[in-house]
Nanobody, 124 residues
Framework: QVQLVESGGGLVQAGGCLRL?????????????MGWFRQAPGKEREFVAAISWRRSNPYYADSVKGRFTMDRDNAENTVYLQMNSLKPEDTAVYYC????WGSGSSLKNQYDIWGQGTQVTVSS
């Protein structure tokens, strides 16, 4: 079973960019579908992006489509979330999640492994 560690969060001005990384331990990373979710204060955790274990085209939430790009590097056991044109409403704790043989779902309950999260704050 993999373990996940996110990094790359921080404080950025509106219009700026950040690149989040999620490093996975374990030899079977390539068999895991991966997702990014976020949770703002007082709100439920919501879907951001996902990619299947087959590395098919990533799937994005409408709120980030065209601004965020998700990719995975199985050789490095890492998934990335490139976030451009950031908005204050993107402020949240960002989590990566994994599901073995996962199809890249937008549903939280399809994932059984979660990282500890990384804070992203976008100032106006």
């Amino acid at each position: 079973q993999v373990q996940l560690v996110e990094s790359g969060g921080g404080l950025v001005q509106a219009g700026g960019c950040l690149r989040l990384s999620c490093a996975a331990s374990g030899r079977t990373f390539s068999s895991y579908g991966m997702g990014w979710f976020r949770q703002a204060p007082g709100k439920e955790r919501e879907f951001v992006a996902a990619i299947s274990w087959r590395r098919s085209n990533p799937y994005y939430a409408d709120s980030v489509k065209g601004r965020f790009t998700m990719d995975r590097d199985n050789a490095e056991n890492t998934v990335y979330l490139q976030m451009n044109s950031l908005k204050p409403e993107d402020t949240a704790v960002y989590y990566c999640a994994a599901a073995q043989w996962g199809s890249g779902s937008s549903l939280k309950n399809q994932y059984d492994i979660w990282g500890q999260g990384t804070q992203v704050t976008v100032s106006s």
